[in-house]
């Protein structure tokens, strides 16, 4: 069960970081494109600024997510390793059950109602015309790759094969 488990995960993350890698990409364009539309033609195109915005939203989220199931987020593994080795394996338990908590809770479902009410409100971008709706929807995708790293991570900890720091 474990190596199918490692599989999953292995191709979640890979897909995450091609989404990444062509993100970042149009991001780089986009803001060549406003730089140079700006101080060569004169005029910067109205929707470089906006869609620059909303990929760097999308990028942080899902790069904070991937970051998270790669074992290369900071904030939770740094605080796990202070602690004596007989105690790292309970307080990474902990770590997990937290983060667990705040992605279902904030990210899915708070982020899910967010679409939900952006949609219903039909509220768009000004200089796109995207539904904002869809722009959030970088929330929920990324609790929902946070909550499965999470439970993946937690698995692994508990059954001894995750590294406890």
Known sequence: MH?????F????????????????SLLVLDVCW???SRFVIG?????????????????????????????????VDYFVGKFDP?????????????VLFFA???????????VFD?????????ALGWKMGHVYLALPIAGIFMVLYTVENLVETLSGNGETE
Do not use: C
């Open 3 to 7: 190596d199918g488990l490692l599989k």
């Open 34 to 36: 406003g730089v140079f």
């Open 9 to 24: 995960k292995n191709g979640m993350t890979m897909v995450l970081n091609w989404a990444l890698i062509v993100a970042v």
């Open 118 to 126: 952006a949609l219903a409100m039909e509220q768009m971008t000004p």
């Open 43 to 75: 005029e910067q195109t109205k929707w470089t600024e906006e869609l620059a915005r909303f990929l760097l939203v999308w990028v942080a989220l899902l790069g904070g997510a991937v970051a998270f199931g790669t074992k290369g987020h900071l904030g």
């Open 104 to 114: 279902g809770s904030i990210f899915v479902y708070g982020g899910g109602r967010v």
């Open 86 to 98: 007989a105690t790292q394996k309970l307080m990474a338990v902990i770590a997990h059950l937290v």
